[in-house]
C-alpha cells in the first residue's frame, strides 16, 4: 500500500513540474518576440506599413497582425533581458505593449489616423531600448 501511495505522490510531483514547464514555453523570449513581430522587410511590422497605406486597408488582415502585437507585446515585460536595470525594462516593455494595444484597439474599431500613429511609434521604438537593453551585461 505505501508504495502505491509513494508512487502516485512522484507522479504527481512529475505531473505539476511537467506543467509548470508548459506554462515557462508558454512564454516566448524577447528574442522570439523580436525575431516574430519586427525583425526584416517581411515583418507584420514592416508589412503593417504597407497595410495601413493602402487606399482600402483591409482591416480583417490587419487585425490578425495587431492581435500578435499585443499578445507578443505582453510577453516583453515577463521577460528579464540580460543588459539594463529593471525599472528601465518595465517601463520600455510596458510601453511597447501600450502602443501594441492602441494599434490593436484602433484596428478593431478601423480608425486609420490612430493606428498609424501607434505604428509610428513602434517602429520608432527599437532604438532606445536597444541601447538600453540588448547585448550583453556591461
Ligand atoms: C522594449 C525593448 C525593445 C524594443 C522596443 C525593441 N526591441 Fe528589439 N530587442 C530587444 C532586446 C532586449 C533584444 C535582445 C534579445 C536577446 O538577444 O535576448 C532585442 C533584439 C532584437 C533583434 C535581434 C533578434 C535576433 O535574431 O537575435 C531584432 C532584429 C530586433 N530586436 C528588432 C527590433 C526592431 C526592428 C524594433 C523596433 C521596431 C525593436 N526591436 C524594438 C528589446 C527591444
Redesign the pocket.
Known amino acids: 500500500m505505501k508504495t502505491v501511495a509513494l508512487t502516485a505522490g512522484v507522479v504527481l510531483i512529475a505531473s505539476v513540474s511537467l506543467l509548470a514547464g508548459a506554462d515557462n514555453e508558454a512564454t516566448p523570449?524577447?528574442?522570439q518576440v523580436?525575431?516574430k513581430l519586427?525583425?526584416g522587410p517581411n515583418s507584420p511590422?514592416a508589412k503593417l506599413k504597407t497595410d495601413l497605406g493602402a487606399s482600402t486597408p483591409d482591416w480583417d488582415n490587419i487585425q490578425k497582425s495587431t492581435k500578435d502585437f499585443v499578445v507578443l507585446g505582453a510577453a516583453?515585460a515577463k521577460n528579464t533581458?540580460?543588459k539594463g536595470d529593471k525599472a528601465s525594462w518595465d517601463k520600455?516593455?510596458d510601453l511597447?505593449f501600450k502602443d501594441s494595444k492602441a494599434l490593436d484597439d484602433a484596428a478593431k474599431s478601423h480608425d486609420l489616423a490612430a493606428a498609424k500613429a501607434a505604428h509610428q511609434r513602434?517602429?520608432t521604438?527599437?532604438k532606445s531600448?536597444?541601447g538600453a537593453?540588448?547585448g550583453k551585461a556591461s
Open positions: 523570449s524577447i528574442k523580436m525575431v519586427n525583425k511590422l516583453l533581458p540580460s520600455l516593455s511597447y513602434l517602429s521604438s527599437c531600448c536597444h537593453h540588448k
